[in-house]
Protein backbone atom coordinates (compact mmCIF):
# COMPACT_ATOMS: atom_id res chain seq x y z
CA UNK A 1 0.00 0.00 0.00
CA UNK A 2 0.72 3.71 -0.05
CA UNK A 3 3.37 4.64 2.74
CA UNK A 4 2.16 8.42 3.97
CA UNK A 5 5.08 10.47 5.32
CA UNK A 6 5.09 13.71 7.42
CA UNK A 7 4.38 16.43 6.00
CA UNK A 8 6.91 18.96 6.26
CA UNK A 9 5.92 22.75 6.20
CA UNK A 10 7.57 24.77 3.52
CA UNK A 11 9.04 28.51 3.18
CA UNK A 12 9.61 29.79 -0.02
CA UNK A 13 11.30 32.91 0.04
CA UNK A 14 13.57 35.07 -2.69
CA UNK A 15 17.26 35.46 -2.33
CA UNK A 16 17.76 38.99 -0.21
CA UNK A 17 14.73 38.03 1.84
CA UNK A 18 14.56 37.37 5.28
CA UNK A 19 13.38 34.27 6.69
CA UNK A 20 11.17 33.04 9.46
CA UNK A 21 10.86 29.89 10.71
CA UNK A 22 8.85 28.80 13.56
CA UNK A 23 8.51 26.22 15.85
CA UNK A 24 6.23 24.69 18.39
CA UNK A 25 7.55 22.59 21.45
CA UNK A 26 5.83 20.46 23.63
CA UNK A 27 8.10 19.47 26.98
CA UNK A 28 7.14 22.63 29.28
CA UNK A 29 10.37 21.09 31.79
CA UNK A 30 12.76 21.45 28.50
CA UNK A 31 15.37 23.85 28.84
CA UNK A 32 17.43 23.98 26.01
CA UNK A 33 16.42 24.80 22.39
CA UNK A 34 18.85 24.69 18.96
CA UNK A 35 18.13 24.54 15.22
CA UNK A 36 19.65 22.16 13.28
CA UNK A 37 20.29 22.46 9.19
CA UNK A 38 20.13 19.61 7.29
CA UNK A 39 21.04 20.00 3.33
CA UNK A 40 20.18 17.06 1.30
CA UNK A 41 22.40 13.75 1.89
CA UNK A 42 23.80 15.49 4.87
CA UNK A 43 23.36 15.32 8.85
CA UNK A 44 22.21 18.01 10.34
CA UNK A 45 23.94 20.97 11.32
CA UNK A 46 24.05 23.03 14.25
CA UNK A 47 23.17 26.61 13.44
CA UNK A 48 22.30 28.18 16.73
CA UNK A 49 20.76 27.66 20.76
CA UNK A 50 19.42 28.83 23.42
CA UNK A 51 18.67 28.19 26.98
CA UNK A 52 15.22 28.99 28.80
CA UNK A 53 16.62 31.85 30.68
CA UNK A 54 17.00 34.16 27.42
CA UNK A 55 14.43 34.81 25.05
CA UNK A 56 16.70 36.30 22.41
CA UNK A 57 20.07 35.14 20.82
CA UNK A 58 21.65 36.90 17.96
CA UNK A 59 24.50 34.91 15.72
CA UNK A 60 25.97 35.68 11.86
CA UNK A 61 22.73 36.60 10.12
CA UNK A 62 20.65 34.20 12.63
CA UNK A 63 18.59 35.06 15.33
CA UNK A 64 16.81 32.81 17.49
CA UNK A 65 13.35 33.71 19.52
CA UNK A 66 12.39 31.78 22.35
CA UNK A 67 8.63 32.38 23.61
CA UNK A 68 8.06 30.16 26.75
CA UNK A 69 4.84 31.67 27.96
CA UNK A 70 3.13 29.93 24.34
CA UNK A 71 6.38 26.91 24.00
CA UNK A 72 6.86 28.78 20.88
CA UNK A 73 10.48 28.79 19.22
CA UNK A 74 11.51 30.49 15.74
CA UNK A 75 14.13 30.82 13.65
CA UNK A 76 15.25 34.39 11.71
CA UNK A 77 17.57 34.17 8.94
CA UNK A 78 18.19 37.81 7.45
CA UNK A 79 19.50 38.31 3.87
CA UNK A 80 18.34 34.89 2.84
CA UNK A 81 20.90 33.01 0.37
CA UNK A 82 20.65 30.24 -1.73
CA UNK A 83 23.26 28.24 0.35
CA UNK A 84 20.26 28.62 2.63
CA UNK A 85 18.01 26.17 1.44
CA UNK A 86 17.75 23.19 3.26
CA UNK A 87 15.66 21.70 6.29
CA UNK A 88 15.51 23.21 9.36
CA UNK A 89 14.93 21.08 12.77
CA UNK A 90 14.39 22.70 16.03
CA UNK A 91 15.55 20.22 18.86
CA UNK A 92 14.73 20.97 22.60
CA UNK A 93 16.47 19.20 25.66
CA UNK A 94 16.34 18.81 29.47
CA UNK A 95 18.10 18.64 32.75
CA UNK A 96 17.70 15.80 35.22
CA UNK A 97 17.98 12.26 33.95
CA UNK A 98 17.28 13.43 30.40
CA UNK A 99 20.31 15.45 30.09
CA UNK A 100 21.93 15.65 26.78
CA UNK A 101 18.67 13.59 24.88
CA UNK A 102 17.19 15.60 22.35
CA UNK A 103 13.87 15.76 20.50
CA UNK A 104 13.77 17.09 17.15
CA UNK A 105 10.65 18.49 15.67
CA UNK A 106 9.28 17.73 12.41
CA UNK A 107 11.23 19.97 10.18
CA UNK A 108 10.45 22.85 7.69
CA UNK A 109 11.66 22.79 4.20
CA UNK A 110 13.09 26.58 2.93
CA UNK A 111 13.50 27.12 -1.01
CA UNK A 112 15.52 30.06 -1.49
CA UNK A 113 14.93 31.56 -5.44
CA UNK A 114 17.91 33.05 -6.72
CA UNK B 1 39.56 17.84 11.74
CA UNK B 2 37.60 14.68 10.30
CA UNK B 3 34.55 15.02 12.28
CA UNK B 4 32.26 12.37 12.80
CA UNK B 5 32.85 9.45 10.87
CA UNK B 6 30.02 6.33 9.91
CA UNK B 7 30.68 3.72 7.79
CA UNK B 8 29.26 2.46 5.39
CA UNK B 9 27.61 5.17 4.14
CA UNK B 10 25.15 2.81 1.92
CA UNK B 11 23.89 -0.61 2.54
CA UNK B 12 21.69 -2.65 1.02
CA UNK B 13 20.89 -6.11 2.33
CA UNK B 14 18.03 -8.77 2.43
CA UNK B 15 15.95 -9.39 4.82
CA UNK B 16 17.07 -11.66 7.59
CA UNK B 17 19.99 -10.35 7.81
CA UNK B 18 22.58 -8.81 10.33
CA UNK B 19 23.31 -5.59 9.74
CA UNK B 20 26.40 -3.49 11.41
CA UNK B 21 26.81 0.35 11.23
CA UNK B 22 30.31 1.95 12.55
CA UNK B 23 30.67 5.27 13.95
CA UNK B 24 33.96 6.88 14.98
CA UNK B 25 32.88 10.59 17.23
CA UNK B 26 35.26 13.24 16.82
CA UNK B 27 38.22 12.62 19.28
CA UNK B 28 38.38 14.11 22.57
CA UNK B 29 34.29 13.94 22.25
CA UNK B 30 32.69 11.67 25.53
CA UNK B 31 29.33 11.65 24.53
CA UNK B 32 27.93 9.33 21.68
CA UNK B 33 24.17 9.25 19.72
CA UNK B 34 22.45 7.43 17.54
CA UNK B 35 19.45 8.29 15.55
CA UNK B 36 17.15 6.84 13.01
CA UNK B 37 15.46 9.21 10.43
CA UNK B 38 12.75 8.32 8.12
CA UNK B 39 9.45 10.02 6.10
CA UNK B 40 7.41 8.27 8.23
CA UNK B 41 8.75 9.71 12.11
CA UNK B 42 11.50 12.14 11.42
CA UNK B 43 14.66 12.23 13.54
CA UNK B 44 14.57 9.53 16.10
CA UNK B 45 17.09 8.80 19.39
CA UNK B 46 17.61 5.84 19.78
CA UNK B 47 20.38 5.73 22.31
CA UNK B 48 22.91 7.83 24.14
CA UNK B 49 26.08 6.90 25.80
CA UNK B 50 28.32 9.08 28.04
CA UNK B 51 32.06 7.82 28.69
CA UNK B 52 31.53 4.81 26.67
CA UNK B 53 28.31 3.86 28.91
CA UNK B 54 24.82 3.12 27.54
CA UNK B 55 22.58 6.25 29.36
CA UNK B 56 19.59 5.98 27.57
CA UNK B 57 18.04 3.36 25.64
CA UNK B 58 14.24 3.74 25.44
CA UNK B 59 14.44 4.25 21.77
CA UNK B 60 15.39 1.44 20.53
CA UNK B 61 12.57 0.45 18.91
CA UNK B 62 13.08 -3.86 19.63
CA UNK B 63 15.33 -6.84 20.63
CA UNK B 64 16.69 -6.28 17.44
CA UNK B 65 18.66 -3.29 17.82
CA UNK B 66 21.60 -3.69 20.07
CA UNK B 67 24.76 -0.80 20.48
CA UNK B 68 28.05 -0.82 22.06
CA UNK B 69 30.49 1.03 22.34
CA UNK B 70 33.73 -0.71 24.00
CA UNK B 71 35.84 2.66 23.81
CA UNK B 72 35.88 6.09 22.96
CA UNK B 73 36.54 6.04 19.58
CA UNK B 74 34.45 3.64 18.55
CA UNK B 75 30.40 2.14 18.39
CA UNK B 76 28.82 -0.32 16.69
CA UNK B 77 24.59 0.17 15.97
CA UNK B 78 23.84 -3.49 14.81
CA UNK B 79 20.18 -4.76 13.58
CA UNK B 80 19.88 -8.98 13.64
CA UNK B 81 17.65 -10.03 11.83
CA UNK B 82 17.13 -6.41 9.94
CA UNK B 83 13.54 -6.05 8.24
CA UNK B 84 12.29 -4.11 4.98
CA UNK B 85 10.79 -1.64 8.00
CA UNK B 86 14.41 -0.87 9.01
CA UNK B 87 15.11 1.18 6.25
CA UNK B 88 16.26 4.78 7.01
CA UNK B 89 19.09 6.60 7.33
CA UNK B 90 21.05 5.82 10.90
CA UNK B 91 22.81 8.63 11.80
CA UNK B 92 25.26 8.99 14.76
CA UNK B 93 26.68 12.25 16.59
CA UNK B 94 29.29 13.42 19.45
CA UNK B 95 29.25 15.97 21.82
CA UNK B 96 32.12 17.37 24.14
CA UNK B 97 30.27 16.81 26.94
CA UNK B 98 26.61 15.18 28.03
CA UNK B 99 24.36 18.09 27.08
CA UNK B 100 26.75 19.46 24.82
CA UNK B 101 26.51 20.73 21.35
CA UNK B 102 25.55 17.75 18.77
CA UNK B 103 28.03 17.45 15.85
CA UNK B 104 26.45 14.83 13.24
CA UNK B 105 27.88 12.47 11.24
CA UNK B 106 27.39 12.24 7.22
CA UNK B 107 24.66 9.17 7.87
CA UNK B 108 24.11 5.68 6.60
CA UNK B 109 21.65 4.94 4.56
CA UNK B 110 20.26 1.14 4.89
CA UNK B 111 18.00 -0.70 2.57
CA UNK B 112 16.67 -3.31 3.83
CA UNK B 113 14.55 -5.61 0.47
Known amino acids: GESVGLHLPTLSVQEGDNSIINCAYSNSASDYFIWYKQESGKGPQFIID?????DKRQGQRVTVLLNKTVKHLSLQIAATQPGDSAVYFCAEGSGGTSYGKLTFGQGTILTVHP | DAGVIQSPRHEVTEMGQEVTLRCKPISGHNSLFWYRQTMMRGLELLIYFNNNVPIDDSGMPEDRFSAKMPNASFSTLKIQPSEPRDSAVYFC???????????FGPGTRLTVT
Open chain 1, 50 to 54: IRSNM
Open chain 2, 93 to 103: ASSLFQGGQQY
